[in-house]
């Protein structure tokens, strides 16, 4: 039922049970209906699904409901008690009727109504009579509503032939024959205009419907204004019905579910047996539709995005390793430089491609994320954190797997291979996730609401732009041919490197310990100690240098102690955080919700929201050159402003639709809420102090505001 009546529904039912006594309600668990179950079949045979039927058979002018009640009601539930291996499917609901009772509006059905519903035996079922047992609880209204509830029983036998029908045989076909249809010769669109929705349908092509008095029962709950009237036009062929977006529809749904019901008299094909058609339609937002129109656009930004993501701090280690490989390069041919370009390349877009794959299904799964959200994941990060460990030992010379090194750089082979340019590639992308570039943010805002082709596309030029920059020095290494030739100095020029992927790994586990405690930090760090080891041990004794047994002790204790620390790693990733990094230890800023945003913008109080992750690198670089500054904060409390932080480390749903609904998936954002009916200012992702100033010159002093304010209460 909808908000929008839910007192004045809390007080009919209050009514309902002050005269249940005088409907009988006390007697009769089932107050004028009665239910009875029936099946299709004379007997049922294993593993072979059958139809069971639930009647409700209702007194004159009373009434039950559909799965959507509309404005007042219940729906049928039902709860089965069946034998073992057997399985019962939804209900299938037959289309409903309007049941007006002004100003409401609910769906249900009135007389009789049969519901459907598949059952599935095993494959091995003794031949003895089975039983099959629901209890149906239903709403049954009138001028006042009563609850009833009955329990129904089916006895069928168990044979070994095809079932033959049984004499509920018709009736159960003609519930069947009131369920909604499929079609596909029928095309449905969905969009969504402000707060209105309009579909539109297509007849067949040598159809001529009148679709005169035809309804859309929405299969959503507080989605429409059910009450509200569905004006149809016509726009050549096509049919358009205007609906009226509910004034509590809090979200709008990815797709418009429902049931288009023709009119008194009217049918839907020319045998006059189909009066009712399923819909299931993608609902095409206003953004969708701007975003599909400045496509080309999108993609430019996703490229300049991209190049511009190279600059950005998350990106910063595997720079250092491509600077490695562009050195070990240098002596190679020109083409097989060209080769490793592309290869690079192919490593970066593959990965977006992926991580948008799993970014789309999780979402389709219904699942609350956006951009970089593998790092909200406490076990991504401490792998992140062995893996840029394991990189920055390597490094240092610590220890040497043949075949994938960056020690071997005086060995040709295994260290020129295409593969590892590609796997260079993929590390690239998932560093980068953190980070959102300058143009990258309205960028992928779009693409997680375009169709999936479109959004590829942009992910796509996202990762060539990202790679532009390795393939044009692969191709025209102009600076690089200047380098001596390779010696001693790369070995020093190695040992250097290694340093940004130990601090690579000083931030993972930093993020991690906002994740997951201090507990969960040293459990994490003593994993990593575990790991080093490990490390140490397989380069102290190579295994071109030891005897068999010798190799065999020594590898099987790295082995137990790489296990041991990523056991306690695991462990660490189960532990709670108290806190994240980005609380409000300072007083000055509080957790994002967006009730309490709304409440203060109706107040008239402007409010700047920090969209933030511990595992930004781009947010945590703001923080501390921008938005910590005392100039910035004094102009804050100056302009009276409210200050929310919203902390994105680990999942949150709410911070998550609140991206959303600013066209982002990611992080940053920074939001300037002026406290009146003016949108919202978006600022870049990266910050200046002169940036944010420039933004508050849009809000009065708090001194103004104060003296209008004494002028008003006199």
């Not at 076990?379 to 075949?403: E, Q, T, Y």
């Not at 025209?476 to 010696?487: A, C, I, S």
Request: glycine share 8%; with cysteine; aromatic share 10%.
């Amino acid at each position: 039922m909808t908000m929008k009546f839910g007192l004045v529904w809390a007080a009919v039912c209050g009514m309902f049970i002050c005269s249940s006594s005088t409907y009988g309600q006390s007697d009769d668990p089932s107050p004028f209906s009665e239910a009875a179950l029936a099946g299709e079949f004379e007997w049922i045979a294993p593993g072979t699904p059958f139809t069971v039927g639930l009647t409700l058979r209702l007194d004159e002018e009373w009434h039950s409901y559909w799965i959507n009640p509309g404005d007042v009601g219940e729906p049928v539930t039902l709860t089965w008690d069946l034998p073992a291996g057997f399985s019962a499917g939804p209900i299938q609901w037959p289309y409903p009727e309007k049941i007006d009772a002004e100003p409401l509006r609910s769906y249900g059905y009135s007389n009789a109504v049969t519901f459907l519903v598949t059952i599935t035996p095993p494959d091995e079922v003794p031949e003895s009579p089975v039983t099959l047992s629901a209890t149906a609880d239903w709403l049954i209204c009138k001028d006042v509503c009563l609850f009833a509830q009955e329990t129904v029983a089916l006895s069928l036998p168990v044979r070994e032939a095809l079932p033959t029908p049984g004499p509920y045989f018709e009736e159960i076909a003609v519930a069947r024959a009131k369920l909604p249809v499929k079609d596909p010769a029928w095309t449905f669109e969905a969009s969504h205009y402000s707060n209105s929705f309009a579909l539109r349908v297509s007849p067949p092509t040598d159809a001529a419907p009148d679709l005169e008095g035809a309804y859309f029962f929405p299969a959503h709950l507080m989605l429409l204004e059910h009450a509200v009237d569905q004006p149809i036009s016509q726009d050549g062929d096509a049919f358009v019905f205007a609906l009226q977006q509910s004034e509590y529809a809090t979200e709008l749904p990815d797709r418009l579910q429902g049931v288009l019901v023709a009119g008194e008299g009217q049918y839907f094909d020319t045998a006059r047996t189909v009066r009712a058609l399923e819909i299931d339609v993608p609902l095409r937002t206003e953004a969708d539709q701007n975003t599909s129109s400045t496509l080309p656009i999108l993609i430019l930004f996703a490229l300049v995005g991209g190049l511009l993501l190279n600059l950005m701090p998350c990106v910063f280690p595997v720079l250092s390793i491509k600077l490695l490989s562009f050195a070990q390069h240098n002596k190679l041919d020109s083409a097989t430089r060209t080769w490793h370009g592309v290869a690079f390349a192919a490593g970066v877009v593959v990965s977006f491609l992926v991580l948008a794959g799993l970014l789309f299904a999780l979402r389709a799964a219904g699942s609350q994320i956006g951009w970089g959200f593998q790092l909200q994941s406490p076990l991504f990060v401490a792998s992140m954190a062995f893996l840029f460990l394991a990189i920055g030992l390597n490094l240092f010379g610590v220890f040497d797997i043949r075949g994938f090194t960056f020690t071997g750089l005086n060995k040709s082979g295994a260290s020129h291979s295409l593969t590892r340019s590609c796997l260079d590639g993929a590390l690239a992308t998932l560093v980068a996730t953190p980070c959102t570039a300058p143009f990258m943010g309205a960028a992928l805002g779009a693409a997680v609401v375009l169709p999936t082709t479109q959004a590829l596309a942009i992910f796509v030029a996202l990762g060539l732009g990202m790679a532009a920059p390795y393939v044009i020095l692969s191709t025209f290494p102009v600076l690089f041919n200047k380098l001596p030739r390779p010696g001693q100095w790369m070995e020093t020029l190695k040992h250097v490197l290694a340093f940004p992927m130990l601090g690579t790994t000083v931030w993972l586990a930093w993020v991690f310990g906002n994740q997951a405690g201090v507990n969960g930090l040293s459990l994490l760090l003593l994993g990593l100690l575990l790991f080093a080891v490990a490390a140490w041990i397989v380069g102290r004794w190579p295994s071109v240098q030891v005897t068999s047994t010798v190799r065999i002790v020594t590898r099987g204790i790295a082995l137990i102690m790489t296990c041991m620390g990523i056991w306690f790693a695991y462990q660490g990733a189960q532990q709670e955080s108290v806190s994240h990094a980005d609380a409000t230890s300072d007083g000055l800023w509080s957790a994002y919700s967006t009730e309490q945003v709304q409440q203060l913008s109706r107040e008239g109080r402007p409010v700047f929201v920090d969209f933030t992750a511990a595992w930004c690198l781009t947010c945590q670089v703001n923080k501390k050159t921008t938005l910590s500054s005392s100039t910035l904060l004094s102009a804050f409390a100056e302009k009276d402003v409210v200050l929310m932080r919203a902390d994105w480390t680990s999942r949150n749903a709410e911070i998550t639709r609140a991206l959303e609904s600013h066209g982002r998936s990611g992080v940053p954002l920074y939001v300037l809420y002026l406290g009146n009916n003016d949108p919202p200012v978006l600022l870049p992702e990266v910050l200046t102090e002169s940036i944010v100033m420039d933004a508050l010159t849009l809000l009065p002093n708090r001194a103004e505001l104060l003296k209008t304010t004494i002028s008003t209460d006199t």
